[in-house]
């Protein structure tokens, strides 16, 4: 691997926003394991539009939970979420909250998240467009029979780094929105690792998120982010010693 030190100011202030499929118990682990992996049950990298990173990471998270459940692989429609749940979402009768879903110019997994549990999304083959320019009417004639709901869901806000941890040895599927000093992004976290000789070597500090991206299945630094097969490895904190980090 190659790597080069990115520009300091690309280190990372983190504001997490976790949506859970199913209420969890209270972990209360001894002891952290050092590394989790959580891969197995995702499904294929996607390569994203720009500003619907949030349907993506929804999606993700919705489609593991499904792999672990049944063993099976689903593809769910990111454009459905953009052409639909943002109309609905702009009438609280419809989805329980005043705005939208978000567009392709940005968007809430809290919100999506509700839509799904609530209203359901549909396949790709069902609703096979990016959204941006589709309307939810397109949709395939039979999509009422095509939906993929959720049993419940739960939103948080900075729980820590620890009890990020927690969630994801836990084994459910959770997404996080962070900010880069050029954009906001949202993505699934498929696991950490304490000791990653990846982020060691990219960043010169040893504990990284393990995250499925959505910008295709990049290698190397995207924006400054160091990619391997898709996956982005960000660093726990903004600084080596995270005393700056919001989390």
């Not at 691997?1 to 990115?6: D, E, H, Q, V, Y």
């Not at 739960?154 to 880069?180: I, M, Q, R, W």
């Amino acid at each position: 691997m190659n790597f080069f030190k990115p520009d300091p100011r690309l280190l990372f202030l983190f504001i997490f926003s976790f949506v859970f499929l199913f209420i969890f118990p209270s972990l209360a682990l001894a002891t952290l394991p050092p590394a989790v992996d959580n891969r197995e049950y995702d499904t294929p990298i996607k390569n994203q539009q720009e500003g619907t990173c949030w349907a993506y990471a929804t999606t993700a998270m919705v489609e593991a939970q499904f792999k672990k459940q049944t063993g099976k692989t689903v593809d769910l429609s990111e454009g459905y979420l953009v052409s639909c749940c943002d109309s609905a979402g702009k009438n609280p009768e419809v989805c329980g909250f005043c705005y939208g879903c978000g567009s392709c110019n940005g968007g809430s997994e809290d919100t999506s998240s509700k839509f799904i549990f609530e209203h359901g999304v549909v396949d790709q083959q069902c609703f096979d467009s990016e959204g941006c320019t589709s309307l939810c009417s397109e949709k395939c004639s039979d999509w009422q029979s095509r939906l993929y709901k959720t049993e419940s869901f739960n939103c948080y806000g900075k729980p820590g780094v620890d009890k990020v941890k927690e969630l994801v040895a836990s084994g459910l599927p959770l997404t996080a929105f962070f900010l880069h000093p050029d954009f906001a992004h949202g993505a699934k976290i498929s696991g950490y690792d304490d000791n990653s000789s990846i982020c060691q070597e990219a960043y010169g500090v040893p504990g990284c998120w393990i995250i499925k991206n959505s910008w295709g299945v990049a290698n190397g630094w995207v924006y400054s982010l160091w990619h391997e097969e898709g996956y982005l490895y960000l660093p726990y904190y903004r600084t080596p010693l995270g005393e700056d980090s919001e989390s």
